[in-house]
């Protein structure tokens, strides 16, 4: 079962990956960052043209990805804080909810 809540922990990875191989690609990118893909926290990944998220989640047993593509328009750069630099950038849960909503593009 596909569940996230506010108890989730949120991080964006603040650079462009390309979407389309499964999940070892995103679980790489959590790796070289000295981080553990099956630790609960729930990554979030966007495409190039910021058209496109996966989410990547551990739950009991295995992975969950969740894939948004957007119909119309594109989320903002300025969504991501890439101020802080390449990496990952920790996320709220009302900030990832607008986002899958396309709210915050």
């Known amino acids: ?5 506010e108890s989730d922990r949120f991080m964006v990875f603040g650079n ?7 999940i070892e690609s995103p679980c790489v ?6 981080m553990v893909p099956p630790d ?5 990944f966007l495409y190039r043209y910021r058209t496109r998220m996966k989410l990547l989640h ?3 047993g295995g992975y969950v990805i ?3 593509r957007m119909e119309r328009g594109r989320i903002r750069r300025t ?7 390449c990496g990952f950038i920790l996320m ?14």
Not at 1 to 5: C, E, I, T
Not at 29 to 34: A, D, E, I, L, T
């Open 1 to 5: 079962m596909f569940s996230l809540n």
């Open 16 to 22: 462009a990956v390309n979407l389309r191989k499964g």
């Open 29 to 34: 990118f959590v790796r070289m960052y000295s």
């Open 40 to 44: 609960g926290s729930v990554y979030v």
């Open 58 to 60: 551990w739950e009991r």
């Open 66 to 68: 969740f894939y948004k």
């Open 79 to 85: 969504v991501f804080r890439t101020d802080a630099g």
């Open 92 to 105: 709220r849960w009302d900030e990832i909810v607008l986002l899958v909503e396309g709210v915050a593009g």
